[in-house]
């Protein structure tokens, strides 16, 4: 039986939601994971250091005991963040980056950025004092094609911007094209980008295998084969551009199954079996250490997790998440047998 002994990864990209759902699907990633970067589109949104220091609090009393697990926190630009209170809650090590959420491109968006010049003061003090931006890479028109939207955004948005801001560091988050992994590699070092499981493993066929398949939907949307083809090959070729960030996003099974369905897949359960589905498959074991656990923290000026674990190649039942309550939430891979399914501490 196939095992890989790595440090401990990070997830550069989760959704935990709130109250019950929180409760529930923090311990997932906890135990996986040595640190994550949360995002902060809740309802309302995390805008303020505050807000975000109380938010980590909620996530803290939800890790299991001996989770050894630390959440990383971030605030969601608005059209009136201050840069001030920014800049006081990274220096106190509250805030570690900032999100850019362009107005309605995503879930609980609607509050976002609705021009790069109302945040011209926020992106200058970000850029001094080294914050990062993580940026939802999408431009949202009616003229756009929603599978066009990432390129556009490049093209239009991050372009600019970059060129605006000579030290802003940029994470491109969950790219999905072709063309977002050409423009990390233009600009390295100071881009970098997340690659989910879900836009490794599948195309855009996935959305209608048999029928609409709610539970494939997400935002950014699956696109074509060839795009895949391109993340598979980023992610496994040991650039320190790319990293793991899941994306993982948790909506009750009767809100994804609606007449207007939410974005988002949710992966915490088996985050890193299906990466490594990707890198056993691609024979590139030997790689997924610097894309899980040493890209991320060089990227963001934090040391590499000393702790090891140990990944066993053992199958295991992938099944539904009952949220008290509420209802339940299906993850991906739900009903299948998946690999890789034993992690040990080292």
């Not at 691609?282 to 590499?304: I, K, T, V, W």
């Amino acid at each position: 039986m196939r095992t890989l002994t790595i440090r401990r990864p990070d997830d550069w990209h989760v959704h935990f939601r709130d109250g019950a759902v929180l409760k529930q699907v923090v311990p997932f990633t906890a135990r996986q994971f040595g640190r994550a970067i949360v995002m902060p589109n809740l309802t309302p949104p995390v805008v303020t250091s505050a807000m975000a220091a109380a938010y980590r609090e909620r996530i803290m009393a939800a890790c299991p005991a001996d989770a050894n697990f630390t959440p990383l926190m971030t605030c969601y630009l608005t059209d009136g963040t201050e840069p001030e209170d920014l800049v006081a809650g990274h220096r106190d090590g509250i805030v570690t980056a900032a999100k850019l959420y362009p107005a309605h491109a995503t879930t609980n968006s609607a509050f976002g950025v609705t021009s790069m010049e109302r945040i011209e003061a926020v992106l200058g003090a970000m850029a001094e004092h080294g914050i990062p931006l993580l940026v939802h890479g999408e431009l949202v028109r009616d003229d756009i094609d929603i599978f066009d939207r990432e390129k556009a955004f490049i093209d239009a948005v991050l372009e600019p911007t970059l060129a605006r801001f000579p030290r802003l560091k940029v994470v491109m988050e969950h790219i999905t094209t072709a063309d977002g992994a050409a423009f990390v590699r233009r600009h390295r070092p100071r881009v970098a980008a997340t690659i989910t499981p879900q836009h490794l493993i599948y195309n855009r066929n996935a959305l209608f295998q048999g029928g609409i398949r709610p539970h494939m939907y997400c935002l950014p949307i699956l696109k074509r084969e060839t795009h895949r083809q391109a993340l598979r090959a980023a992610a496994t070729s040991g650039e320190g551009g790319f990293f793991l960030g899941t994306d993982t996003a948790p909506h009750l099974r009767h809100l994804k199954e609606n007449a207007c369905g939410c974005a988002g897949v949710f992966s915490a359960p088996v985050a890193l079996q299906a990466y490594l589905r990707v890198f056993a498959e691609d024979d590139a074991l030997d790689r997924f250490e610097a894309f899980a656990s040493l890209n991320g923290p060089a990227f963001y000026g934090l040391p590499a997790n000393e702790e090891r674990i140990t990944l066993v190649d053992r199958a295991a039942a992938c099944e539904a998440l009952a949220i008290p309550g509420e209802g339940e939430i299906l993850p991906l891979f739900v009903g299948e047998e998946v690999g890789w399914s034993e992690i040990r501490r080292v």
